[in-house]
């Protein structure tokens, strides 16, 4: 089945304890993306890649960092989270914008 | 840069009544424009989308959309809702020459009561 898959669903840190959320798809999409999507904000997108060691940032990269070191992976990483990183994140990809996002199920997170 | 705005936060409707989910968009230059449908505790799915040719675009589970440069909007709508159309739809915009950057609007929570 053709999905795009993060984990873990749900998860609930201390600030400034570094996470990872990891995201796969198995479709061979060369666009990667993450959002997070929080109420009366729409989904802002975080960082974006084009395709293996190619990436860029967002609207609001601020406190992230992402990699992308084989096509498949795009894993999100918060190096020292803060409260404010409380949020709804889903990972998504295309073979390109045009042709539509899939998304992910998200990764509900919370800083405290 | 590009943005869209969505009219509307919430839309409370009847079941088997039409619908209108309102957008409009702002960019200098041409663009993609989609409408993507998130039911509850899910990701988001593409409804439809308008790369070109002509204005009136069909998506799935009968709805539709109308691209309308002159006003740079692009409405959802659907005849008759049903129950199951209860969800959140968000409109999206990208630029032809960028293939990655998708800007999403805040969202529009449909409500579909029996």
């Known amino acids: 089945e053709a999905q795009v898959t993060q984990n873990p669903r749900y998860l609930i840190t201390v600030t400034g304890k570094k996470l990872t959320v990891t995201c796969s798809q198995n479709?061979?999409?060369?666009?990667m993306s993450w959002y997070r999507q929080d109420p009366g904000l729409g989904l802002r997108q975080i960082y974006y890649?084009?395709?293996?060691?190619?990436?860029d940032k967002g609207d609001v990269p601020e406190g992230y960092k992402v990699s992308r070191k084989e096509k498949r992976n795009f894993p999100l990483i918060l190096e020292s989270p803060s409260p404010n990183q409380t949020s709804l994140y889903f990972c998504?990809?295309?073979?390109?914008?045009?042709?539509?996002?899939?998304f992910g199920s998200g990764t509900r997170l919370t800083v405290v | 840069a590009q943005s869209v705005t969505q009219l509307d936060s919430q839309v409370p409707v009847f079941e088997e009544a039409p619908v209108e989910l309102r957008c409009n968009y702002s960019?200098?230059?041409?663009?993609?424009l989609f409408w993507y449908v998130q039911y509850p505790n899910q990701g988001l799915q593409l409804l439809l989308k308008?790369?070109?040719?002509?204005?009136l675009v069909k998506g799935i589970n009968g709805f539709e959309a109308e691209f309308n440069k002159s006003q740079t909007s692009f409405h959802l709508r659907k005849p008759s809702v049903h129950i199951s159309d209860t969800a959140e739809y968000f409109c999206?915009?990208?630029?032809?020459?960028?293939?990655?950057?998708?800007?999403f609007g805040e969202g529009t929570q449909l409500t579909v009561n029996p």
């Open positions: 308008y790369l070109s040719g002509s204005t």
């Open positions: 999206a915009v990208s630029k032809e020459t960028s293939g990655s950057r998708l800007t």
């Open positions: 479709m061979n999409h060369e666009y």
């Open positions: 890649s084009m395709n293996v060691e190619v990436t």
């Open positions: 960019s200098s230059v041409s663009v993609y």
């Open positions: 998504a990809s295309s073979y390109g914008t045009y042709r539509g996002y899939t």
